[in-house]
Antibody, heavy 120, light 111 residues
Framework: EVQLVQSGAEVKKPGESLRISCKGSGYRFTSYWISWVRQMPGKALEWMGRIDPSDSYTNYSPSFKGHVTISADKSISTAYLQWSSLKASDTALYYC?????????????WGQGTLVTVSS | QSVLTQPPSVSGAPGQRVTISCTGSSSNIGAGYDVHWYQQLPGTAPKLLIYVNNNRPSGVPDRFSGSKSGTSASLAITGLQAEDEADYYCQSYDSSLSGYVFGAGTKVTVL
C-alpha cells in the first residue's frame, strides 16, 4: 500500500526550531515529488513548496520562501519541513502530498497531517 | 486572500444537483492551466476528486464532474448524498507566482 506517514503533533514556543517529517512507503520514493500544504485553523489549503527527492531540488511559494526549509533524505524515504524560529502564526495543520513530476496536481496519497501549535 | 475565488458555501437537499464555481485570472486558469478539485471530509486530509478539469480518479463516483471555460471552472455534484458534506477546493498553477494555488474552499451542506 502506498502511503505517506507524518510525524506526530508538536507544541512549541515562539522562537523555537522544529522539523516535521513525512515518510513514504510502498513506492519508489525518488520517483515522485512531495509538496507541503498548510491549513491554518478553519482556513483554506495553502501550497508552501515542493521537493524532488531524487536530487533535493526545491521550489517555494513566495509566501513561504525564507520562512521554512524543505528537505529530503532519500535513503530513508523521508521528506522534511523545518522552521528555525517559530511564530504563533505558524500554528496550523501541515500536510505532505505526493505527485508525479510533470503533473500539476496532487494525485496522492496525502499524509495524515501534523498539527503544529506555537504558543507561549 | 486566495488567488482562486470560490463561494464560501453551497447547500442542497439529498438528490439535488449543486455546482461550485472557481474563478481565476489570466495568470492561472485563463493562461490555460488545468483545474483540479479536492474533497476534504471533516477531520481528514484532502483527497483528489477531479484532475485535469474533468477526469475522475479511480473510485470517485460519476456523480462528480468538472468543467473549465475561460478563466473559470466548476464542479458539479448530482444526486447529492449526505456523505458529500465536505469542503471542496479547486487548485491550479499560477505562472506569476510560479507555484500551485488553491481556492478558498466551499463548504457543501446537505439539507
Amino acid at each position: 500500500e502506498v502511503q505517506l506517514v507524518q510525524s506526530g503533533a508538536e507544541v512549541k514556543k515562539p522562537g523555537e526550531s522544529l522539523r516535521i517529517s513525512c515518510k513514504g512507503s510502498g513506492y519508489r520514493f525518488t520517483s515522485y515529488w512531495i509538496s507541503w500544504v498548510r491549513q491554518m485553523p478553519g482556513k483554506a489549503l495553502e501550497w508552501m513548496g515542493r521537493i524532488d527527492p531524487s536530487d533535493s531540488y526545491t521550489n517555494y511559494s513566495p509566501s513561504f520562501k525564507g520562512h521554512v526549509t524543505i528537505s529530503a533524505d532519500k535513503s530513508i524515504s523521508t521528506a522534511y519541513l523545518q522552521w528555525s524560529s517559530l511564530k504563533a502564526s505558524d500554528t496550523a495543520l501541515y500536510y505532505c502530498a505526493r505527485y508525479a513530476s510533470g503533473i500539476y496536481y496532487f494525485s496522492g496519497p496525502w499524509g495524515q497531517g501534523t498539527l503544529v501549535t506555537v504558543s507561549s | 486572500q486566495s488567488v482562486l475565488t470560490q463561494p464560501p458555501s453551497v447547500s442542497g437537499a439529498p438528490g439535488q444537483r449543486v455546482t461550485i464555481s472557481c474563478t481565476g485570472s489570466s495568470s492561472n486558469i485563463g493562461a490555460g492551466y488545468d483545474v483540479h478539485w479536492y474533497q476534504q471530509l471533516p477531520g481528514t486530509a484532502p483527497k483528489l476528486l477531479i484532475y485535469v478539469n474533468n477526469n475522475r480518479p479511480s473510485g470517485v463516483p460519476d456523480r462528480f464532474s468538472g468543467s473549465k471555460s475561460g478563466t473559470s471552472a466548476s464542479l458539479a455534484i448530482t444526486g447529492l448524498q449526505a456523505e458529500d458534506e465536505a469542503d471542496y477546493y479547486c487548485q491550479s498553477y499560477d505562472s506569476s507566482l510560479s507555484g500551485y494555488v488553491f481556492g478558498a474552499g466551499t463548504k457543501v451542506t446537505v439539507l
